[in-house]
Nanobody, 130 residues
């Protein structure tokens, strides 16, 4: 069993920054890939960013590209999301997720799909005021 716990959310003014963390415990932090998703009120959960096991491959939703950076520290069993130039449209609950099962096919395609993930955190609220 794997537990994922997000932290770092909060209230920030437009243009500000936040850094989210996702601490993993319960098993070796050997996820094939990990991701961040978000869900705004009244909207479906959407992909934000993903990173592969080594951290050498990352990709982002167009809406956050150039503003957000995903990273992981396998020694600390922690996933991060650095969010800069925040705007009110970024307001949502942010979730981290991990894929521990082996997979075949395109990492870039699979890691954008929430059903490809095995474990999820409880979420952390990010609110951006205008």
């Amino acid at each position: 069993q794997v537990q994922l716990v997000e932290s770092g959310g909060g209230l920030v003014q437009a243009g500000g920054s936040l850094r989210l963390s996702c601490a993993a415990s319960g098993r070796t932090f050997s996820a094939y890939f990990m991701g961040w998703f978000r869900q705004a009120p009244g909207k479906e959960r959407e992909f934000v960013a993903a990173i592969n096991w080594s951290g050498g491959s990352t990709h982002y939703a167009d809406s956050v590209k150039g503003r957000f950076t995903i990273s992981r520290d396998n020694a600390k069993n922690t996933l991060y999301l650095q969010m800069n130039s925040l705007n009110p449209e970024d307001t949502a609950v942010y979730y981290c997720a991990a894929r521990l099962r082996p997979y075949y096919g395109d990492y870039y395609v699979r890691s954008r799909l929430d059903y490809e993930y095995d474990y999820w955190g409880q979420g952390t609220q990010v609110t951006v005021s205008s």
